[in-house]
């Protein structure tokens, strides 16, 4: 079983919670968006892999610690992903960046695929997969079946709010996934959407509503 870790650092609250407040407009949502993303990478890329290398400062030769290097890639599920992509490349600046498209049909909550595009090697590649909303869990479900279709072994996570009932389903379906959460809400209403959440994490970053 992968873990699942939910963020407990006061920075990423306080910046939660500003993005909850319906009168946070599309500009400072999307820049705490990307803020909230590069934060909760610090805290997923927590595991990554380090070798020993030898190196001289201008003082002596001593031996420091590298990333192994393997290689990265982002996916953002369009288009609210899109939101976290920046943040993340702050942090892992030469990682590939591929894009699945699923929107949610409004009656049946079920995602619906329009694109895929991915690094050819992403089967060799540390996957990050990016959404700000886990709500009934059905999109970032059928994100990473798509990926693991194409190759992909190593996938990680990552969200901004999550339903417990969106939590369980991802575990359910992909339990070698390590999922990273920026807060865990209370629950879904009557439309699968997140309670108290944010509302439409897309209209809200691109101020389409
Ligand atoms: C939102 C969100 C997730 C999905 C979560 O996208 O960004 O992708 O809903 O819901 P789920 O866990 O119930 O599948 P939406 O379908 O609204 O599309 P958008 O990003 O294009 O607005
Ligand atoms: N998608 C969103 O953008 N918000 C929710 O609360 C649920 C799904």
Redesign the pocket.
């Known amino acids: 079983m992968a873990k699942v870790v939910i963020m407990d650092h006061p920075l990423i609250k306080h910046k939660i919670g500003y993005i909850r407040r319906e009168e946070t407009g599309t500009k400072d949502f999307r820049q705490t968006v990307s803020e909230i993303a590069m934060l909760i990478c610090y805290e997923a890329t927590r595991d990554l892999e380090l070798s020993d290398v030898t190196i001289k400062t201008p003082i002596c030769e001593t031996t420091v610690k590298e990333l192994k290097g393997k290689k990265m890639a982002i996916i953002p599920?369009?288009?609210?992903?899109l939101g976290m992509v920046d943040g993340v490349l702050e942090l892992i600046p030469a990682a590939k960046v591929g894009h699945i498209g699923?929107?949610?049909d409004p009656e049946t909550?079920k995602?619906v695929e329009y694109y895929c595009k991915l690094p050819e090697d992403c089967g060799e590649r540390e996957v990050f997969v990016v959404?700000?909303?886990?709500?009934?869990?059905?999109?970032?479900a059928a994100a990473i079946s798509m990926l693991k279709d194409k190759g992909c072994k190593n996938i990680h996570f990552m969200c901004i709010i999550a339903a417990p009932e969106?939590l369980e389903v991802l575990k359910e379906a992909h339990p070698d996934v390590d999922i990273y959460v920026g807060a865990l809400d209370e629950k879904l209403n009557e439309h699968?959407y997140i309670v108290p959440g944010l509302g439409?994490?897309?209209?809200r970053i691109f101020g389409t509503k």
């Open positions: 599920i369009l288009r609210a992903g699923l929107y949610r909550h995602p959404d700000p909303m886990l709500a009934t869990g059905g999109s970032a969106g699968a439409d994490a897309g209209d």
